[in-house]
C-alpha cells in the first residue's frame, strides 16, 4: 500500500525532466501540482532533432508542384488571361484562372471581396492570377511563361492619400472613395473635457508597415481521396475557418473534407485567414486526381502579407486630474488591396485606447483605405500597437509637462480590477500596478531615470490587451472551442482539440490543464490537435483566444471525466465524491488515508462499470460589451496587462541605437506553463524591437522592396541587448485557473519604451517607425539634442 | 547549368576559357545570383580539386593566399592577426559565421556589386522594370546616367586594399600583376578586371611597411549578416620621417575609392582631419539603393575618419 501524504496536494512529481522554476510568481502554487510548472513541450524533441515534418516536408505519391502566377501590375484590368498553350505542354495537368471560381472568399462574412485567383482586375503586384499543376517545378515554372496575360493598367494608389482624391480610380467599385472601413465614435464631453484640462500634448505620428517573417513560409498540399474525400494539409493558424471557406468555394459538403495542420513554423497573424493558394490546391487536387503540393518562396510569403498595416494618427491628450485623460484620436490605415481583417484592424485601431488608464472622453475616427498593395492584415497585437505607440509617447510628454514621475502617473492613472472603459470593455483582474513596481524595481528606475549621461536612457510604457474576442468573427451560437477526452485503459488520456499549435504551444497549455485537472502525470496525457477528422472545432490560434477558450473547454471535459471515475470509485468505498480526490496519478479518500488506488487501476475499474470513458467540454464566452454599433470589437472574457522599461543607448557618432536591456513584465493572469509564457514575452519583446528600430514594409510602386531577410532587417541576437521577463500573476475569473493571454500584449510597449528612452538619453521626440539612424544623426548635428531633465547648458 | 570540378590548374584554366564559366567556391554570392535568376545557364567551375588553392605560405617579398581560403580560415590564422589585425578585424563583419565558414577571400573580393533594384527576383524585376546592370536599359537608380550604379560590397577588398594588397591573375594567356585599387572600375556591371578566362590566382600581401597600423569601420544596420552601407579603413606607415596615411572607401561607389595624405607629422591637425573628410566625402557617391540612404553614408564617413585617427592616436588628446 502506497502511504498517502498529509495533503496530497502538495505532491510534486519526481520527473527529472522537469526543469524548476525560479520565479516566485504566484503566491499559492502548492496548490498546483503541474500548472506552474515547466515541462519540456510534447513536440520539443521532434522539433530539435528534426524529425518533425511541417508542409513543405510532407511527400505524398505521384505529387503535383503547384505553382501561382502573379500579378506584375499594381492595378490593372485583365484583359485576356489564356491557359491553353500552357496546357499544352508536356508535365502540365492542370492549369486555372480566375474564371474557374465564382466565390469571393475573405475572413470577415461581411467583407469577402477577394477572388482566389484575380479575374477581371489586378489590383496588386504579386496578385495571384493563374495557377498550375505540373510534374516539377521546372515544368510548372515553364507552364507559367506560356499563359497569355494582357493587361490594361489603370492608375494606381500608392497611399491612403492618394486613394482618397476625389474622383480617384475606384479599386473596388462597391468601395466609394477606395474606402475599405470607417469608425466615428464619440464618448463622453470631449470638447468641454479638453477646454477644462489642466495639461495637453499632442502629436502626428506615423507607424510603418512590417510584416510578419514567421521561419516557416506559406505551403499546403491537397489530395482527393479514392473515397471522394478532399484533404488538405495547410501552415495555418484558422484550419477551420480553412475548412468553411473550402467548403463553400468548392461547393463540397463540409463533411467530406478534412483538414490538417501539420507543425508550424510561426504564425504571427500571417496564416490566419484562408487563402487562395490554399483553395487552387484543393481545386487542382480535384481536377488532376493527384495530390498537389504548393511551397511559397520567401518573397511570395512577403508578397500574400497581411502585415501590421501603416497608420497615420493624430493623437490629443488632455489631463484632468481628478478624472482622468481625455483623448482625441484619428487613424487613417493603409490596408492594402483587398479587406482581409481589415474591418476589425479598423476598431483595433481605437477601441483599446479607452482602457488601461482612465479615459472618461474618448473621441475616435479611424478610417481604413484601400491601396494597390498586398493586403494589410491582423499582426501580433492587432490593430492596437499603432495606437499604443502614440499613447505611450504622449503620455510620457504629459509626465514632463506635469513634472511627474512616469510611474506614479500610470499608477495613479491606471484603470484597476473590475472596472470598465467608457466604451463598454470590461476589465476583470488587473496585475497593471504589479507590472509597473515589478519593472521598475527590476530596471533599477529610480536610479537611472533623468540621471543617466546624455546619450544614455531609459523609458517606460504601458500596455493592455485581449484574450480573444467575446464575439467570434463568424456570427454562430455553437461554443467557440471544443474538447473531447478518450481515456484509455493503458492510463493514456488523449484529449483532442482542433486549437492550433502553431509553435506558440498550445499543445502543452491543454496538457498541462488536463493533467492538473485530472491529478495525473501529464506524461501520461496526449494532445491531438492536428487532424479536423477527430478534433472538434476551436476556431483557431488568433487574437490570443487558446489559453482562453480551448483552456476553459479542456478544463471542463476534464471535470467530467474525473467525476465519472470518482463516482464509481466512490459507489465502491461506500463515500461520496467529494471525499475523494485524485492527485500524483493516484486515487485518494481524503478522510480514510489508508485508502488509496492507482490511477489507472481506477480508471479501468470505471470502464468496467461504465462503458468506454471519454468525456467533452466547450467554451463560449460571455456576452459581455457595449450596445452601440461596432461594441462588439474589443470585448473579451480578461484583459492581459503589460510594462517594459527599455535601457539604451544612443551612439551620438551614428545615431544608432545599443539595446541593453528591455525588462518586460506581462500580467497573465496565471502562468500555467511559464517557460512557454516566457518564450512568448520573449518573442514579443524582440518583434516590437524589431518593429521600433529596423523593420519597414516599404514599398516601390506598390512592391515590397525588400522581399528576403537579408533586406528585411530583423534584428539578429547581437542587436537586442538582454530580454528580461516577469511573469505577473492576476488571476481572472473567466480564465482557466486564472490564465489570461500571453502571445502578443507583451509587443506594444517595447516600441514607447525605446522611443521614450531615446528621449531620455537625447531629449529628441520621435513620431514615426522606425527610429531610423539618419533622423536621429540630423538631430543630434542640430544642437537640439540635450539631457532632460538636467539644464540645457549642464548636457 | 553545368559543372566541372577541375583536378589540374591547366584543366582549371581550360574550363574558365568557356564564355560562361562561374567560379563556385563558397557560393554564398553566386546560388542567390542563380536563384534569383541574375546568372544564366552558366558552366559553375569548382575549385574543390586544387588544394593549392587554399594554401597560405609566408614568402620572402610578400603572403601569398589562395583564393579559395576561406573568410574564417584567415580571421583565425594567427601569423596573419599578427601582422595586419585589420584584416581580420574586418573579415569578421562580414556575413554570419556560417558564410565566413564557406566564403572565400576571392569569392569575397570577386563579389558582384550590390543594387535594391538588381538583387531581386526575375518576377521583381520584371514588375518595376528591369535595370541596366540586367536584362534592362537605364538604370533604375540614376535614369539620367549611362553607367550603373550598383555597389561595391566587400568589406575584404577595402581592408586588403589599406595593406596595398596586390593580386595575380592567371588565364591560359598568362600571368599578371595588378593592385586591388586598380583591379576595380567605376562602373556596376562590369567593376572588377577580370579578363576572359582568368581568375584569382594568389592574394600577394606586403610584409608591414615601418609603423604600420589600421582599422577598419563598417556601416550597416545590424550587427551581423549585413553587406556595407559604407566600409572604411584607415592605415598608416612612416616614410623615412614622415608620415602617410591612407583612406580606403567602399560600399559608396562600384569601385574602391582612395585618398591619401602624405608628409603628414606625427599628429594630424583639426584642418588636415577636415580636408581628410572633405576628399572622402567628395569621392563618395552613394545613391539610394542600400538599407539607409546616401545622407546618412556620407555623414558616417566623417564619423568614422574621426573615430579612426583617434583610435589611432593620430589627433594630440589636447588638440582644439
Partial sequence: MVKPPDDPRTLHYLNERIIPRNQDCHSDKTAFSVVGKTYPKPDAYEKVTGKARYTADLKRPRCLVGKLLRSTHAHARLVRVDVSKALQIPGVFACVSGSDFGELIGIIPWTKDEPVLAKDVVRYIGEPIAAVAATSESVAQQALACIDVHYEPFTAHFSPEQAMVPDAVLIHSQAPGNASKSVDWEFGEVDSAFARSQVEVSGNFHFEATTHAALETHAVLAEMGADGRLCVWSSTQTPYYLHRELATVLGMPAHQIRVIRPHIGGGFGGKSEPFGHEICAAYLAKQTGRPVKFVFSREETFLTHRGRHAMDMDLRIGYLPDEGLVMDYQALLDGGAYSSYGMITTYYAGTLNAGLYRVPHYRWKSQRVFTNKPPAGPKRGHGTVQPRFAIECLVDQLCEKLGRDPIAFRRELALGPNTETVNGLRIGSSGFVTCLEKSADQSGWYQKFRKMPFGHGIGIAGSWYLSGTNYPINPESNPQSNVQIKADRSGLITLFCGAADIGQGSDAMLRHLLAEELGVDPNRCKVESQDSDICPVDLGSYSSRVTLMAGNAAISAARHLKNQILQVIAQDWHSSTKQLMIADDRVFHLDRPEQSMSFVTALNRAESVLGALGSTGSYNSPNRGGLYRGALVGPSPAYSFTVHIAELEVDLNSGQIKMKRIVAAHDCGRAIHPQLVEGQIEGSVYMGMGEALLERYETAKGLISQPNLLEYKMPTILDVGTIESIIVESPDPDGPYGAKEAGEGPLHAAIPAIANAIYDAIGLRLYQTPFEPGQILKALESGHCYKPGLPRELS | ?320
Fill in chain 2, 1 to 320: 547549368m553545368s559543372y566541372c570540378q577541375p583536378t589540374q590548374l591547366s584543366d582549371l584554366l581550360s574550363c574558365l576559357a568557356h564564355p560562361n564559366a562561374r567560379i563556385l567556391a563558397g557560393g554564398t554570392d553566386l546560388i542567390p545570383h542563380l536563384q534569383m535568376g541574375l546568372v544564366e545557364d552558366p558552366l559553375l567551375v569548382s575549385l574543390k580539386g586544387l588544394p593549392e588553392l587554399k594554401r597560405i605560405e609566408a614568402k620572402p617579398e610578400a603572403i601569398h593566399i589562395g583564393p579559395a581560403v576561406t573568410l574564417q580560415t584567415l580571421i583565425d590564422h594567427k601569423p596573419l592577426r599578427e601582422i595586419y589585425p585589420v584584416i581580420g578585424q574586418t573579415l569578421s563583419q562580414i556575413g554570419a559565421l556560417q558564410h565566413r565558414q564557406v566564403g572565400t577571400i576571392g569569392g569575397n573580393l570577386c563579389l558582384d556589386t550590390r543594387c535594391s533594384w538588381f538583387n531581386q527576383s526575375a518576377f521583381w524585376r520584371e514588375s518595376l522594370g528591369f535595370c541596366l546592370k540586367k536584362g534592362g536599359d537605364i538604370c533604375q537608380v540614376a535614369p539620367k546616367s549611362k553607367r550603373c550604379h550598383a555597389v561595391l560590397s566587400c568589406d575584404g577588398a577595402i581592408a586588403l586594399a589599406a595593406c596595398q594588397a596586390r593580386l595575380v591573375l592567371l588565364s591560359r594567356a598568362g600571368k599578371r600583376e595588378v593592385s586591388l585599387m586598380e583591379f576595380y572600375r567605376p562602373n556596376g556591371m562590369d567593376h572588377i578586371d577580370l579578363r576572359p578566362g582568368e581568375f584569382i590566382y594568389k592574394i600577394l600581401l606586403p610584409h608591414a611597411p615601418p609603423g604600420f597600423q589600421a582599422t577598419y569601420f563598417k556601416g550597416r544596420a545590424r550587427q551581423s549578416f549585413d553587406f556595407p552601407l559604407l566600409g572604411l579603413a584607415i592605415a598608416t606607415q612612416w616614410d623615412g620621417a614622415q608620415r602617410t596615411l591612407s583612406f580606403v572607401l567602399g560600399g559608396v561607389e562600384s569601385c574602391l575609392l582612395q585618398v591619401q595624405m602624405q608628409n603628414l607629422d606625427s599628429f594630424l591637425t583639426p584642418e588636415q582631419v577636415q580636408s581628410a573628410i572633405k576628399s572622402c566625402q567628395r569621392l563618395a557617391r552613394p545613391m539610394e539603393n542600400a538599407f539607409y540612404g546616401p545622407s546618412w553614408r556620407k555623414k558616417m564617413i566623417a564619423s568614422f575618419i574621426a573615430q579612426g585617427l583617434q583610435q589611432m592616436n593620430l589627433i594630440q588628446e589636447d588638440a582644439p
